[in-house]
């Protein structure tokens, strides 16, 4: 049974009343408090303290604060006026001896405050029952809410971020490709100044040997020569065929031929093309740049582009690739026609991510590659595969399937060659599963 509380106190305005409620040391997470419109209960084990209101009071405005030993309960009044009675019981009381004198006995009415002090304690119960609740789904209903809008917030930021990571994509791939575009243009416009150059050129040497042949015409059958001078130069050409030594004896001379360069059969190969490649090699060999006043205070080593390549082959080798693009730059100063030099610096830019210069020196090796032989297959295939992954990491992958395309067209057997260009197919057709 627990221990019913008595020496509470209680004081009223017209609109509040004030209960305090003593709590004989027990901790304030230890105190249970209920109130309704009609009822008050502060348990606190093994004490209870219960109140059956005088007056419905507004429970929405009542408040109760638990501290210092005391627990002090505020119940705002439906109606203001003054109370007679905090509770209910004595005017009961009253109103029973009032109506039943015969029957006012202690033990009846004892028993009509029990009966009715239960009915109103599980009517206040089931009302509190109920408010807790609706308190419950009215704060379920707030956190589902507050989630929403939150989820709501968090996807129109990351709607917002992905609008504007993908608004840098285009705007960069635009620049790249305008960049692209305009290099494109230059080089046509070089190709064409280049050429109109050589054909300058060409008409140049024509000119000069139409006069030259004009000049001995004129000089050898034009008619001006004197008469005395044409004696002369007769007697002149007799004296020369007087001195004329006798014909040697014929014999034969034994030819031995150079081994060829190129693995294949003469009858399966491409002479013209062959020898322009040679050639073109034998220029390279011998096209060194000593006209730069700063490349004649390098060192004899320093001057040697193939002692410069193996160099950025070493730095390239143990990842320094900032020291090889520093030799393979100094070694192009040098001599501009080996392609292996752009080609290398073009391996070292992809790795510094200087993605346009890579392009642009895997173009220039390329252009240098020609003609086309199978002394330069290795060469060509390496070239065609940096530009394709440099404009792959450009996201430009039209462009890169074509160079990886070319690349495999060389080497149709090799098998990381057909896996690189299947999945930029894949990446453009929209079904790589790592792009999803």
């Known amino acids: 049974m627990p221990l019913l509380v008595t020496d509470y106190s209680w004081t ?14 027990r901790k304030v997470e230890k105190v249970d408090i209920i109130s309704t419109e009609e009822y008050l209960k502060v348990h606190y084990p093994p004490y209870l303290f219960e109140a059956f209101l005088f007056e419905p009071v507004d429970d929405d405005r009542s408040t109760a604060k638990v501290g210092n030993g005391v627990a002090v309960i505020s ?13 209910i019981t004595t005017s009961l009381n009253i109103i029973i001896i009032m109506l039943r004198p015969d029957f006012a006995s202690t033990e009846l009415i004892h028993l009509y405050d029990k009966e009715k002090k239960k009915e109103i304690r599980e009517r206040a119960l089931l009302t509190y029952q109920e408010k807790l609740s609706s308190e419950s789904r009215s704060k379920v209903e707030k956190q589902h809410a507050e989630k929403k809008y939150a989820l709501e917030i968090m996807m129109k930021l990351e709607k917002e971020e992905r609008d504007s990571i993908q608004k840098m994509k285009d705007n960069e791939r635009e620049k790249t490709t305008a960049e692209l575009a305009a290099w494109q243009l230059r080089q046509k416009q070089k190709a064409e100044e280049e050429a109109q150059l050589k054909l300058q050129s060409q008409r140049d040497n024509q000119n000069k040997r139409a006069m030259t042949e004009k000049k001995w015409t004129e000089g050898s059958v034009g008619g001006t020569v004197e008469p005395d001078q044409r004696g002369n130069s007769e007697g002149k050409s007799k004296r020369k065929q007087a001195n004329l030594p006798a014909p040697r004896l014929t014999g034969n001379i034994q ?14 190969s491409r002479v013209p093309e062959e020898e322009d490649w040679l050639k073109k ?5 011998h096209a060194v740049n000593a006209d730069d006043k700063e490349l004649k205070d390098l060192k004899e080593e320093e001057r040697n582009p193939d002692w410069l390549k193996d160099k950025g082959d070493k730095y390239f080798a143990t990842g320094d690739y900032l020291s090889a693009v520093n030799a393979y730059s100094l070694a192009i100063r040098l001599n501009r026609k080996i392609p292996a030099l752009y080609s290398n610096r073009a391996a070292c830019h992809l790795k510094l991510k200087n993605l346009h210069k890579a392009i642009e020196d895997s173009s220039q090796a390329l252009d240098l590659l020609t003609p086309p032989v199978v002394a330069n297959e290795a060469a060509r295939a390496r070239a065609h595969v940096r530009r394709g992954s440099a404009f792959c990491q450009l996201q430009l992958y039209a462009e890169g399937l074509q160079d990886y395309q070319a690349a495999l067209k060389i080497s149709p057997h090799n098998e990381v060659l057909q896996a690189d260009t299947q999945r930029i197919k894949d990446i453009i057709q929209g079904t790589d599963p790592e792009t999803q």
């Open 75 to 87: 119940l705002s009044k439906r109606t203001n006026k003054v109370w007679e009675h905090l509770m």
């Open 255 to 268: 030819v031995t031929f150079t081994p060829r360069v190129f693995p294949t059969a003469l009858r399966e």
């Open 281 to 285: 090699q034998a220029e390279a060999r």
């Open 12 to 25: 009223q305005t017209d609109s509040t009343v004030f209960i305090s409620v003593p709590l004989k040391g």
